[in-house]
């Protein structure tokens, strides 16, 4: 039978990666019109799924 190793790996917490996301999204798009928010998102969706 295997036995796992533990490793000192770094875990991604999605949750807390995901509410950071939102929030700054948030922040970005407080006050703003339906064409603006467009507009962010046209600009800047590639560089929020990338952002770490």
């Known amino acids: 039978m295997k ?3 533990k490793t000192n790996e770094k875990k991604i917490d999605t949750v807390k990666t995901f509410r950071e996301i939102k929030e700054k999204i ?3 798009l ?3 019109s339906s064409e603006q928010i467009i ?3 046209k600009k800047n ?3 929020l799924q990338t952002n770490n």
């Open 3 to 5: 036995t796992r190793q």
């Open 26 to 28: 948030s922040k970005d």
């Open 30 to 32: 407080v006050e703003k």
């Open 39 to 41: 507009e962010y998102l």
């Open 45 to 47: 969706s590639l560089k």
